[in-house]
């Protein structure tokens, strides 16, 4: 699958480089994250501000519509963590005898999330005067990155049994390809100087779902939800 969109890539460029009306290059920031669908009690994330670089493309299709590729490196972290409880029953002995007595069990989930892709927007741009409103699908390719922490279980009030402590690795059920809807504009500030803004949201779930090992805490849906703001400055413009 990389060798295929690797290929592509090759192919979006020298066809860009050869047709392309327009050539931009863009740099600039993203915030957000995965967004869960429900809210969960005693679940917080920290979304960090991530990066976002690369080429776009403007092929005119007419004096209003074009059609505006694009090919760009982004990184997006989190820092997420959730505590819950749940009922439980402890094996106990007594005088030689065992049983199980009813009790509860605290855990305490802390994790970080930090993810390289690769992000294909293919837009449609829309052009009213010197601004143009962009919409359109984009693809995304996860390249590497890591989705660990710890559990941190507590039996009880704690002090009487061990804490038991574990690793967990979310990463291999991060969907290594994403699809989703994306829509902007590009407001002109400066000759080949512009600013971009976009809002993102992806169809699909960032985890395959049948692939999470649940925790006791349970299966939330979170779809990636991300704003996106840059300078653009055009390298080619006919």
Same mark, same amino acid.
């Given at each position: 699958m990389k060798k295929l969109i690797l290929l592509f890539i090759v192919f979006l460029f020298n066809l860009g480089n050869s047709f392309a009306q327009d050539i931009n290059i863009g740099a600039g920031i993203s915030y957000g994250g995965p967004i869960p669908t429900e809210v969960v009690d005693s679940t917080s994330g920290k979304p960090l501000v991530g990066a976002i670089a690369g080429l776009s493309f403007?092929? *005119?299709?007419?004096?209003?519509?074009? #059609? +505006?590729?694009? &090919?760009?490196?982004?990184?997006? @972290? &989190? !820092?997420?963590? /959730?505590? #819950?409880? *749940? !009922?439980? &029953?402890i094996t106990v002995v007594f005088n030689g005898i065992s049983g199980e007595v009813p009790s509860f069990y605290t855990a305490y989930v802390n994790g970080k999330m930090r993810l390289h892709y690769i992000d294909i927007p293919l837009l449609i741009g829309y052009r009213i005067w010197k601004f143009q409103l962009m919409f359109g699908p984009y693809i995304s390719v996860l390249l590497a990155g890591k989705d660990a922490g710890n559990v941190r279980v507590v039996i009880g009030s704690g002090g009487v049994l061990d804490d038991y402590n574990e690793e967990i690795n979310n990463y291999p059920a991060i969907r290594k390809m994403e699809q989703g809807l994306m829509l902007g504009s590009n407001v002109p500030i400066y000759k080949k100087l512009s600013i971009e803004m976009t809002v993102s949201r992806s169809f699909f779930t960032l985890y395959n %779902?049948? $692939? &999470?090992? !649940?925790? @006791? /805490? @349970?299966?939330? $849906? +979170?779809?990636?939800?991300? #704003? /996106?703001? @840059? %300078?653009?400055? $055009?390298l080619k413009s006919d």
């Open positions: 403007s092929f *005119r299709i007419n004096e209003r519509f074009s #059609f +505006m590729p694009g &090919l760009y490196y982004s990184f997006h @972290g &989190l !820092d997420y963590s /959730q505590s #819950f409880t *749940r !009922d439980t &029953l %779902l049948d $692939k &999470l090992e !649940d925790n @006791g /805490q @349970g299966t939330v $849906k +979170m779809y990636n939800t991300y #704003f /996106q703001m @840059g %300078l653009v400055y $055009k």
